[in-house]
């Protein structure tokens, strides 16, 4: 059984359909949920699926002589980003080479990095007159949004659509194909298919 940590700043509606669509699996087991926010509704969305959590904050997470452990205590293989907010520290980036992969709300390369989170990214693909938008995911790398990219899901999108009505369309492509694209990276990564 390959344990997995999903790490999350908030409502958690990604993080809660990945622990649904591992529940039961014989290879695949959504060990722990970590959040860098007490109050992430993700949490409860954890607790509500019987999935362990913990609250890291940034003084944790980057300092891996307390980060680590935690790790370790619940046999973390493989870490997926959620909606994680702060940036990954490299040193758990080290440890986990390939084997932490980020969903973007845009199509990288563009519309990334260091501010480019939520709302920032659906109001900058309107601003540009983008025909299209959708998700990434990538590996996690030292440059924000810049590791490898793995799957792009798009969607189109029309001058009559404010960023809310992006945003809308973008979440949806997530609901669709983020769990199953994670999939698909742990069958690559740990079985070679």
Not at 38 to 52: E, F, I, Q, S
Not at 64 to 85: C, D, H, N, R, S
Not at 93 to 119: S, T, V
């Amino acid at each position: 059984m390959i344990n997995i940590a999903i790490f999350v700043s908030g409502g958690g509606t990604n993080c809660e359909s990945i622990i649904r669509h591992f529940k039961g699996s014989d290879k695949y087991n959504t060990a722990l949920v970590v959040s860098n926010k007490p109050d992430a509704y993700a949490l409860v969305r954890a607790k509500n699926h019987n999935v362990p959590s913990v609250v890291t904050p940034k003084s944790i997470l980057n300092n891996p002589k307390e980060f680590m452990p935690l790790m370790t205590k619940y046999g973390i293989q493989f870490i997926v980003l959620a909606g994680f907010l702060p940036i990954v520290p490299d040193y758990l980036i080290d440890a986990y080479p390939n084997r932490i992969i980020n969903i973007h709300p845009a199509l990288l390369p563009k519309y990334g990095g260091k501010g480019m989170w939520g709302h920032h990214v659906h109001e900058a693909v309107k601003a540009a007159g983008e025909t299209e938008t959708g998700m990434t995911v990538h590996y996690v790398s030292p440059v924000c949004d810049g590791g490898e990219i793995i799957f792009r899901h798009t969607c189109a999108i029309s001058p009559d659509d404010t960023a809310d009505d992006i945003a809308e369309k973008e979440h949806a492509l997530e609901m669709e194909h983020y769990a199953k694209d994670v999939e698909t990276i742990l069958e690559k990564t740990f079985h070679g298919l």
